[in-house]
């Protein structure tokens, strides 16, 4: 396959080439013109001047001869001069005697409506001209060979030829040069690129003109790049915590099982042992689904089939749920302006992840609270459907509020207080996006609020 350098240089030489062409045929066919006129405006003069001689001075056929020979100062290859009388059909006068079957084939084309012929005939042209003379009518009929047209023609074509051919030379050159200039920024930026590893993944690439073609693909480029390293960003901090987290229940299991098998035991510190692995298999086992729905939500985001889920039942749903599995929760709903067309109510989404959505939600406002309770609103007006869930927790710290939808964080403040892992919020974030919804979080002492938006079924 060519390379782009090439490909340029062919489309340059080739459109190029093209246009000379096409000049080139219009100068030959324009002077090809040109000399048949001018040919014909001779054979023309050569008609008059035989038709005043001939008529108007009553001079003799020998006398004719002599004088249209006088006058031909450019002789022309094999002229012949004959007039012709329409009403004795026969030929009056002519040139080249021998030859006056030549004229004569050309006398049922002439029409007496038309003052002036002009035609071809294989190399030679004609032109004739009508007379009237009372009740004469006649016609002067002039034939020849434009050999200097032909010979100009003939040069014409060659000079054409070679400058075409210079040109394609020259347009080669030249168009190989400019497509190396062109592409020579290219060059620098593979350089640049092949320079960039997951080592120094902050470097950029450089182009001094940031709005030609090549510094919007250079500017795009580096976006990608922004992207790809919060990417990996992310995925060290991810393998990082994870590891840490998966570490910490691990080595407190198997410490606790050593201390075990040390010495024999009486049953109580055996049953106690075990309720605390328990207690540690249970938090490995929430930490490994978080990250399970988590990688889910990554992976599957775009491939999750839709429906309509009805957003009211969905949060009772997830209520009666909730209270099943604790049950000093409290979750205390709200339905402000419930809508009257059930279209207000319907969403287009993944019941299963909108219902974890909403489950991790209400579980860390009522987690955090110290009443144990959350307070969740609905209402839907104008194509939105908004749901807040409120907690009358510990105020949030504004530098925390930035990063508590990244995995694994944790504020100072939750994190001595609260058991968890620091991905429920991130899994919210994420399954918000796929729905094409928002979500956001606002802190104050008397209590924290997540607002949630997703589209409604109902047209705005």
């Not at 640049?192 to 795009?220: C, K, W, Y």
């Not at 990608?224 to 960003?233: N, S, T, V």
Request: charged share 20%.
């Amino acid at each position: 396959m060519t390379n782009i350098r090439t490909r340029l240089t062919y489309q340059f030489v080739f459109l190029v080439t093209l246009i000379l062409l096409l000049f080139a045929l219009g100068v030959y066919f324009f002077s090809k013109l040109y000399l048949e006129k001018r040919f014909n405006k001779r054979l023309q003069d050569r008609a008059i001047t035989t038709t005043t001689l001939l008529f108007d001075l009553k001079q003799t056929d020998s006398t004719v001869l002599r004088l249209i020979d006088a006058d031909n100062k450019e002789p022309v290859l094999n002229e012949n001069i004959s007039v012709y009388n329409e009403r004795d059909k026969t030929v009056l006068f002519s040139t080249n005697p021998a030859n006056t079957q030549f004229h004569e084939q050309f006398v049922p084309l002439l029409d007496s409506a038309s003052q002036t012929l002009f035609l071809s005939r294989d190399e030679y042209q004609i032109v004739a001209i009508h007379l009237t003379r009372g009740k004469s009518s006649n016609w002067v009929i002039v034939s020849g060979i434009d050999k200097a047209g032909e010979e100009a023609l003939s040069d014409l074509k060659k000079i054409l030829t070679v400058m075409i051919l210079a040109a394609l030379l020259l347009l080669g050159i030249s168009g190989w040069f400019f497509a190396n200039r062109a592409l020579a920024p290219m060059s620098g930026i593979i350089q640049q690129v092949n320079a960039i590893f997951p080592s120094n993944m902050q470097e950029r690439v450089e182009h001094p003109n940031r709005s030609d073609e090549i510094g919007l693909l250079v500017a795009t480029f580096n976006q990608l790049l922004d992207r790809i390293e919060q990417a990996l960003k992310t995925q060290k901090m991810f393998i990082a915590n994870v590891s840490h987290e998966l570490k910490n229940p691990l080595t407190k299991i198997n410490a606790q099982i050593d201390v075990a098998l040390i010495q024999k035991r009486n049953p109580e510190v055996y049953e106690q042992t075990l309720r605390s692995l328990q207690e540690d298999t249970h938090s490995l086992i929430q930490l490994t689904n978080a990250l399970l729905e988590l990688a889910n939500t990554s992976i599957q985001g775009n491939t999750m089939a839709f429906e309509e889920v009805r957003v009211d039942e969905l949060i009772w749903e997830t209520k009666t749920k909730l209270q099943a599995w604790h049950e000093d929760y409290t979750v205390e709903l709200t339905f402000t302006d419930f809508p009257d067309d059930e279209e207000d109510l319907i969403t287009p989404g993944h019941r299963a992840s909108l219902q974890v959505l909403l489950m991790n939600l209400i579980d860390n406002a009522c987690k955090f609270s110290p009443s144990k309770t959350a307070k969740v609103n609905f209402q839907s007006r104008g194509g939105r459907i908004t749901i807040s869930v409120f907690n009358e927790g510990t105020q949030i710290p504004a530098a925390d509020l930035p990063f508590i939808f990244q995995p694994f964080f944790r504020g100072n403040a939750t994190a001595q207080s609260i058991n968890g892992h620091g991905v429920g919020l991130a899994i919210a974030a994420q399954i918000i996006q796929i729905h094409q919804g928002d979500i956001s979080v606002r802190s104050t002492p008397g209590g924290t609020t997540f607002l949630l938006t997703l589209p409604s079924a109902a047209p705005f």
